[in-house]
């Protein structure tokens, strides 16, 4: 079908919306419709509805309909995503309070964007009329257009698109003519006349009515299609009447005129298709209006990300539903619906199962029969890739449901693509649950599993306890590696583990100054768990997968929530389900959310007897013991490691882990704790650590056995030399997550000097006794060797002098070779080379990263830290204070304390 090129001329308003239609719709670019209450949106929000989430809507709720009708229409067999039950009749039901022709069924999308809803809807509707009546396609979309399909939108320009996008449609499936233009308006152009001006010239009895439109109006721009003209008294599915006194009825007739006028005044009208229309004035009679189906993907934007207008609005409309304003949304598409109607659209899962959407769970299940739900998950979107929309499909009807009433549920949670869960909500069993079920469930949850309704709730043979939130855990959380062993300022601390194991997690510390009186530096912390501590349980990772650990009574951090069996001796039960991937398939099933509550957990439902049965035939439970050098359970043995090499280098400078017992292996450990690599007396680093290797494997010590463990550590050659030499500092930073305490200093070449140094015995003195003693060693003998002539010694000679320069910067500390701690006042500044442990790898190292003496790249930053200080400021971490600035703060302070 040829459109003529003259239609699409720049010049007049439908080339203007072809040229932005092409930009905004070929290229996936939304201009500013993905902005409400002045944030911006995903694009998932408006342009880029998935084409199978709009046919699963539509054909399970307006292709239900039709084929309960019309069970013999060929349109029928185009159906992919129609749901059937066994006897072939729609699995959506027969949807018996909706009208008995299509052309009585009326449409809306009250979130058009570009109008992929619409286009589908059109597409459906003119085909059914076309058979029902039989007109032909010209006259059945025509008739469409003007009867049963509307549509609103909060940005202008994508309410132009989406309406020449149905348009188009029109043209390509019927030929280019004249149509009546679609009725799509923009419910985004506020009011601007003040309240005086706006009642100007309005009639008493009408004053009311349009002072209360004046206040909603004047925030169109936010709003949008959340207003609601009606007025809060009228009947729940009756007329749209206005005004607050119920003897007093206003009709749209009598207020249209005075609406118009007023609008006309703010300048609001355009035109599209050659057709005067005036947006605004139809926008309030479609938002005014009620509907046999609204089907929509609204905007996703959490209560925290909103303006405070559509905040405080969604506060006083929808308060249930308030959390996200797309479940606010979806709340306003059920009350446009028409008694028995249906609402149909594409949400955040959350509201599903978080306790924070419960009232308005409770609200649905009470007032509405669910008629499906089909959760996609993350990647349900081609276009947006991650974890972060977990979307739904949901089909309600407003009416109350019945006590026997069921839904189907789909889950495609695991399916790996779009392409993935299109198939498998066109093509899986779906279950069939029993509503009344859902709303006896603790929560109210809907899910999306028969078995989700059956056996005992957990909360009868656990509790659940969500961990600490320390508020700024780059000052208040370390590896554990990082403090002094015996320091007791900080407390062990689980976190998340990244595969169910039975002890993981346990790698950092939580500043803990005497017995958890961290309010006093730490104002925003939350102290949470304390039921959990010393006890027993399970540790639930909450993001994502649900990856469990055992707990053993520690602190636990808000990533985190803790498991603990009313009876100890259930715990095996516990651990035995908990660590299955029931578990997670369970708590999935009633909580979507990227992050669960630890409320959701205990929420699941659970044949315990069977769970007691498996732990039974398990046996009992291990030990706590971990083989892990980064896990606070390891004691230090080197052969059992799972990084022999690693732990070997630490026990040769002295470290030791804060549950490792005395060995043979202490007679190894250097007593300054620095370690040439060249040998300077000492004997070389390689020998060295191959004599403590040795006794660690006793008789399984071999030249093979070396080679091995060196080329599992990265080792290229094999050889335990060149692995010290040149893999051990890059190996060592990854396997501590970049918070090394071995720092590896060279002068920069292979054949000059190195040194590792053991962090936590790196003072002031230390540092000067390798600079001046170690490195003052190997400079003679450079110097020697080149009044020998020795090749490469005036090379080596000259870096080393270098390196010299470099760690005497760093001594005297000025800047850009100071440490700068951003949570200490100036007056506790460190004055040269003197760290605090407790200040962590990150800042202390700073200066020895700056000095470029490091091995190997350290992959941190001193960026700003997220959040705020308790007074407001950043955490600002890049300042470098001179030494002058220093002192002079530290006397005035010392004064002042005198």
């Given at each position: 079908m040829e459109i003529p090129a003259e239609?699409?001329?720049?010049?007049?308003?439908?080339?203007?919306?072809?040229?932005?239609?092409?930009?905004?719709?070929?290229?996936?670019?939304?201009?500013?419709?993905?902005?409400?209450?002045?944030?911006?949106?995903?694009?998932?929000?408006?342009?880029?509805?998935?084409?199978?989430?709009?046919?699963?809507?539509?054909?399970?709720?307006?292709?239900?309909?039709?084929?309960?009708?019309?069970?013999?229409?060929?349109?029928?067999?185009?159906?992919?995503?129609?749901?059937?039950?066994?006897?072939?009749?729609?699995?959506?039901?027969?949807?018996?309070?909706?009208?008995?022709?299509?052309?009585?069924?009326?449409?809306?999308?009250?979130?058009?964007?570009?109008?992929?809803?619409?286009?589908?809807?059109?597409?459906?509707?003119?085909?059914?009329?076309?058979e029902e009546e039989g007109l032909s396609?010209?006259?059945?979309?025509?008739?469409?257009?003007?009867?049963?399909?509307?549509?609103?939108?909060?940005?202008?320009?994508?309410?132009?698109?989406?309406?020449?996008?149905?348009?188009?449609?029109?043209?390509?499936?019927?030929?280019?003519?004249?149509?009546?233009?679609?009725?799509?308006?923009?419910?985004?152009?506020?009011?601007?006349?003040?309240?005086?001006?706006?009642?100007?010239?309005?009639?008493?009895?009408?004053?009311?009515?349009?002072?209360?439109?004046?206040?909603?109006?004047?925030?169109?721009?936010?709003?949008?299609?959340?207003?609601?003209?009606?007025?809060?008294?009228?009947?729940?599915?009756?007329?749209?009447?206005?005004?607050?006194?119920?003897?007093?009825?206003?009709?749209?007739?009598?207020?249209?005129?005075?609406?118009?006028?007023?609008?006309?005044?703010?300048?609001?009208?355009?035109?599209?298709?050659?057709h005067v229309i005036e947006d605004v004035v139809q926008a309030a009679k479609l938002l005014a209006d009620r509907y046999t189906l609204v089907a929509t993907n609204p905007p996703y934007l959490k209560r925290g990300s909103q303006q405070p207008t559509l905040a405080d609005y969604c506060e006083a409309h929808h308060f249930s539903a308030r959390s996200d304003l797309a479940t606010s949304i979806l709340d306003r598409c059920i009350t446009m619906t028409a008694l028995g109607g249906t609402t149909v659209a594409v949400t955040p899962s959350n509201w599903l199962g978080q306790a924070y959407y419960q009232a308005f769970r409770d609200q649905v299940l009470s007032a509405c029969i669910i008629i499906a739900i089909a959760t996609l998950g993350p990647r349900a979107f081609t276009a947006i890739t991650g974890e972060i929309v977990n979307p739904t499909l949901v089909l309600v009807t407003a009416s109350t449901p019945s006590r026997n009433g069921r839904y189907f549920a789909l889950d495609a949670t695991?399916?790996?693509?779009?392409?993935?869960?299109?198939?498998?909500?066109?093509?899986?069993?779906?279950?069939?649950?029993?509503?009344?079920?859902?709303?006896?469930?603790?929560?109210?949850?809907?899910?999306?599993?028969?078995?989700?309704?059956?056996?005992d709730e957990l909360s009868r043979y656990a509790t659940s306890s969500i961990g600490l939130h320390m508020a700024d855990?780059?000052?208040?959380?370390?590896?554990?590696?990082?403090?002094?062993?015996?320091?007791?300022?900080?407390?062990?601390?689980?976190?998340?583990?990244?595969?169910?194991?039975?002890?993981?997690?346990?790698?950092?510390?939580?500043?803990?100054?005497?017995?958890?009186?961290?309010?006093?530096?730490?104002?925003?912390?939350?102290?949470?768990?304390?039921?959990?501590?010393?006890?027993?349980?399970?540790?639930?990772?909450?993001?994502?997968?649900?990856?469990?650990?055992?707990?053993?009574?520690?602190?636990?951090?808000?990533?985190?929530?803790?498991?603990?069996?009313?009876?100890?001796?259930?715990?095996?039960?516990?651990?035995?389900?908990?660590?299955?991937?029931?578990?997670?398939?369970?708590?999935?099933?009633?909580?979507?959310?990227?992050?669960?509550?630890?409320?959701?957990?205990?929420?699941?439902?659970?044949?315990?007897?069977?769970?007691?049965?498996?732990?039974?035939?398990?046996?009992?439970?291990?030990?706590?013991?971990?083989?892990?050098?980064?896990?606070?359970?390891?004691?230090?043995?080197?052969?059992?490691?799972?990084?022999?090499?690693?732990?070997?280098?630490?026990?040769?400078?002295?470290?030791?882990w804060p549950d490792q017992e005395p060995d043979d292996l202490d007679r190894f450990a250097d007593a300054d704790g620095i370690v040439t690599v060249p040998n300077l007396g000492e004997g070389d680093a390689a020998t060295r650590l191959r004599e403590l290797l040795a006794a660690a494997y006793g008789d399984r010590w071999s030249g093979a056995l070396e080679h091995s463990l060196v080329t599992d550590a990265g080792g290229k050659t094999g050889r335990l030399e060149d692995w010290l030499r040149d893999t051990f500092f890059a190996h060592h930073c990854k396997v501590f997550d970049n918070r090394p305490f071995l720092w590896h200093v060279w002068d920069g070449r292979k054949d000059g000097f190195s040194a590792i140094l053991r962090y936590h015995r790196l003072d002031r003195p230390t540092l000067e006794k390798l600079t001046y003693t170690s490195l003052g060693a190997w400079i003679r003998r450079q110097e020697h060797e080149v009044d020998a002539g020795a090749a490469g010694a005036e090379a080596r000679l000259a870096a080393a002098q270098q390196l010299q320069q470099n760690l005497e910067l760093i001594i005297e500390g000025e800047a850009p070779y100071d440490v700068y701690v951003r949570w200490k006042p100036m007056h506790e500044q460190p004055i040269g080379w003197a760290p605090d442990l407790d200040d962590g790898v990150r800042l202390n190292i700073r200066p020895f990263v700056t000095a470029g003496i490091l091995r190997s790249k350290v992959n941190v930053h001193w960026k700003t830290d997220r959040g705020k200080n308790p007074d407001g400021s950043e955490r600002v971490n890049d300042l470098h204070p001179t030494l002058t600035e220093r002192r002079t703060a530290r006397a005035q302070h010392e004064a002042g304390s005198a």
């Open positions: 239609v699409f001329e720049a010049e007049d308003a439908l080339g203007w919306v072809y040229q932005f239609w092409q930009t905004a719709e070929k290229k996936r670019v939304n201009a500013s419709g993905n902005k409400i209450g002045g944030a911006d949106l995903s694009p998932v929000t408006q342009l880029f509805t998935e084409n199978y989430m709009v046919r699963f809507l539509l054909e399970n709720s307006l292709g239900a309909w039709w084929a309960a009708r019309h069970p013999d229409s060929p349109l029928v067999d185009g159906w992919e995503y129609l749901r059937r039950l066994d006897d072939g009749t729609p699995a959506a039901g027969t949807f018996p309070e909706w009208p008995t022709t299509a052309a009585e069924v009326t449409v809306m999308d009250p979130c058009c964007g570009s109008g992929h809803f619409l286009v589908a809807m059109f597409g459906m509707l003119w085909r059914m009329r076309a396609p010209r006259e059945a979309q025509d008739a469409v257009l003007r009867d049963n399909l509307f549509g609103l939108e909060l940005d202008p320009r994508c309410t132009q698109i989406a309406t020449f996008n149905v348009a188009l449609e029109a043209w390509k499936q019927g030929g280019y003519r004249e149509i009546p233009l679609p009725q799509i308006a923009c419910s985004g152009v506020p009011v601007r006349q003040s309240l005086e001006e706006w009642l100007d010239g309005v009639p008493e009895h009408l004053r009311d009515t349009m002072s209360r439109l004046h206040f909603q109006f004047r925030h169109a721009d936010t709003l949008g299609s959340l207003i609601d003209p009606r007025p809060a008294n009228a009947d729940e599915r009756g007329d749209a009447l206005f005004g607050r006194d119920m003897s007093i009825s206003v009709t749209w007739d009598e207020l249209q005129p005075h609406l118009a006028a007023k609008f006309a005044q703010e300048g609001a009208a355009g035109s599209v298709l050659d695991n399916a790996t693509s779009a392409q993935a869960k299109s198939v498998a909500i066109r093509a899986d069993a779906e279950q069939s649950i029993e509503q009344s079920a859902v709303r006896r469930l603790n929560g109210s949850a809907i899910v999306t599993s028969a078995s989700a309704t059956e056996g855990n780059s000052r208040f959380r370390r590896g554990f590696w990082e403090v002094h062993p015996r320091s007791t300022a900080w407390r062990r601390i689980l976190t998340t583990v990244e595969r169910t194991q039975d002890f993981s997690g346990r790698d950092g510390v939580a500043f803990w100054p005497e017995g958890g009186r961290i309010h006093e530096d730490n104002p925003a912390a939350r102290i949470q768990g304390r039921a959990a501590w010393n006890k027993e349980g399970v540790l639930v990772s909450l993001m994502g997968e649900l990856r469990v650990t055992r707990y053993t009574g520690e602190l636990f951090d808000n990533n985190t929530a803790a498991l603990v069996p009313a009876n100890p001796s259930d715990l095996a039960a516990l651990w035995s389900y908990a660590s299955s991937d029931q578990f997670n398939d369970d708590v999935r099933t009633i909580d979507r959310s990227l992050k669960v509550t630890n409320m959701s957990l205990t929420r699941v439902r659970v044949d315990w007897q069977s769970w007691k049965a498996r732990a039974d035939e398990s046996g009992p439970l291990p030990e706590p013991h971990s083989d892990d050098p980064t896990q606070w359970l390891f004691k230090g043995d080197v052969a059992t490691s799972t990084e022999p090499l690693q732990v070997a280098v630490a026990r040769l400078l002295g470290h030791r």
